[in-house]
């Protein structure tokens, strides 16, 4: 990760915080690349802790099936066994669920910083528009200097967008451990419901 080309923070100028114009164009230049590569970090440490926890999880249901089948004779034991791995899997669903909303959070926010640095003093001077083409077939014009603002544009819901395209992808990564969570909370109220009346 390069050095800081000798950013000095000035006292802050009221609501707004230290004023842009203090930040020469290298400084902004560095200062924006760092944010890019932070949130570049965070995306890549989601992907890992989802590849991660849902892996566990697989292996988690696939000894629940397996104890199922092979201790059905034996209620007792069955339901020992299977509160045993849905406590596990609860556990390990809400860890799952609170680390990756943390990590969302934190990639959201290195991608507002650099957008509003974008605003507020661009690392490049200037308009470079080109135009993107939509889905939907509509094109924006939109300003190449500006990648975050460009990205923010591309997928505002004021734009003829798709539905999908709506869809925020971090929030929609948080459902699978949430899911996880149900289903092992849910497993542990029905085995015991089985084992007390059902059996």
């Given at each position: ?8 923070v ?18 902004s ?9 932070l949130?570049?970090e ?17 292996i ?11 201790l ?5 034991l ?12 609860v ?6 669920v ?14 507002e ?17 080109a ?6 077939g509509?094109?924006l014009e ?7 603002a460009?990205?923010q544009?591309?997928?505002s ?27 092992w909370?849910?497993?542990?109220v ?10």
């Open positions: 990760m390069p050095e800081s080309p000798g950013v000095a000035p006292p802050a100028t009221g609501a707004g915080g230290a004023s842009p114009a203090t930040l020469t164009s290298e400084e230049r560095w200062l924006h690349d760092k944010f890019e590569r949130a570049a965070e995306v890549q440490l989601s992907g890992a802790r989802t590849s991660y926890f849902a892996a566990i999880g697989t988690l249901i696939t000894g629940t099936i397996v104890t199922v089948a092979d059905l004779s034996q209620p007792l069955l339901a020992l066994v299977v509160t045993f791995l849905s406590a596990l899997g556990l390990i669903s809400f860890v799952w609170v680390l990756l909303h943390r990590t969302n959070d934190a990639q959201q926010m290195w991608r910083s650099a957008l509003r640095l974008e605003m507020l003093r661009a690392p490049i001077a200037g308009e470079l528009l135009a993107t083409t939509l889905r939907s509509a094109t939109l300003n190449l200097l500006r990648p975050f460009m990205h544009e591309r997928f819901p004021a734009n003829p967008i798709s539905w999908l395209d709506r869809v925020n992808p971090e929030r929609l990564t948080e459902s699978l451990p949430l899911t996880f969570l149900v289903v909370s849910a497993t542990l029905l085995v015991w419901v089985w084992f007390l009346a059902l059996r």
